[in-house]
């Protein structure tokens, strides 16, 4: 999990919302990434999305290998469940909870309900204090950039 930390920081250096993935196989890293929706262009461009990627890549395969775990700082969204449904992960490893937008345990339990022709295991908590805070401290400098913004922008309109 610390590795999906550190890919979490590459998300914020770059202004983006700190969250960071990797895939394990065989006690192996086989792909990581980090939250890159505004600096790519692309709304898919998830964490998870991008280590599910990478470790497709590396392996020259559309689906995982029977042992992968993805550890994420965060819950993962409805999109990125699907993707890890369609990726065959066995479990998923996250760091702290998404009340707006969490598809396992918060807003919605997604593999609870409805049809799917894979299920995988999930636990969450793992390094949830620390996934937490970093989360918040993102979001608090964001807060306060913004704030900046609005103060220059009505200093200049006196």
Not at 85 to 106: C, D, M, N, Y
Not at 115 to 131: A, I, P, S
Request: aromatic content about 6%; overall charge positive.
């Amino acid at each position: 999990m610390q590795l999906a930390y550190e890919q979490a920081e590459l998300a914020a250096q770059q202004g983006e919302i700190p969250v960071g993935a990797i895939v394990v196989s065989q006690n192996r890293v086989i792909g990581s990434g980090y939250n890159a929706p505004i600096s790519l262009l692309d709304p898919t461009a998830h964490a998870e999305i991008q280590a599910i990627r990478a470790a497709c890549l590396s392996l020259n395969n559309y689906r995982l290998p029977d042992d992968a775990t993805l550890y994420v700082t965060l819950e993962p969204c409805t999109m990125c469940v699907g993707a890890l449904v369609h990726a065959r992960i066995k479990h998923v490893v996250f760091g702290t909870t998404e009340p707006k937008a969490g598809s396992l345990v918060s807003a919605r339990q997604l593999l609870q309900d409805g049809y799917y022709n894979h299920r995988f295991t999930f636990q969450q908590g793992c390094l949830q204090e620390k996934c937490a805070q970093q989360l918040s401290h993102f979001f608090k400098q964001r807060r306060e950039q913004k704030k900046q913004e609005k103060q220059q922008k009505t200093s200049l309109n006196d």
